[in-house]
């Protein structure tokens, strides 16, 4: 994942590959926000209106903490499919790699409410959640589904 695949939201803080060495997860904040995370080996997703590497939205009280969690777990799967590494998010990232951009809570922002944005900004851009989402937030106005032509 680049830079310019992030371009369905405004700003990030920061951007890493989950997967490379401490040192660089060190730089990850212990604030609240949200997170993006994509494919860091090039691999292209294909959404109803487009492709993109962006495979995971989430959002923590922690950033830190929660993708220090998610880097234990793709690399469980990485090395097998035990029961809490199945989830398509830690899948995804141990088959095509994991880069993660990071977006702080500006003042009062909550959390939940910057990745239901997010989510919302990429439902938007590509027609669709990212795949390993799975269900829609709270917050998210789903779109209205018309009746059908067949009945």
């Known amino acids: 994942m680049r830079d310019f695949h992030l371009r369905f939201y405004k700003w990030f803080d920061g951007f890493i590959n989950l997967m490379d060495d401490e040192e660089d997860i060190d730089c990850i904040p ?87 944005d997010l989510i919302n900004k990429f439902y938007e851009t590509y027609g669709s959640i990212p795949l390993a989402n799975g269900t829609w937030p709270k917050g998210i106005r789903r779109p209205k589904v018309g009746s059908r032509d067949d009945k």
């Open 30 to 116: 212990n604030k609240s926000g949200a997170y993006v995370i994509g494919t860091s080996d090039g691999t292209m997703l294909t959404y109803p209106w487009g492709s993109s590497p962006v495979f995971y939205i989430g959002q923590s009280l922690d950033l830190h903490r929660r993708l220090l969690e998610h880097q234990r777990y793709i690399c469980k799967a990485i090395d097998d499919h035990e029961e809490d590494s199945w989830w398509p998010r830690y899948q995804f990232g141990a088959s095509f790699g994991a880069d993660v951009a990071w977006y702080s809570c500006r003042g009062i922002q909550d959390p939940k409410n910057l990745e239901a």
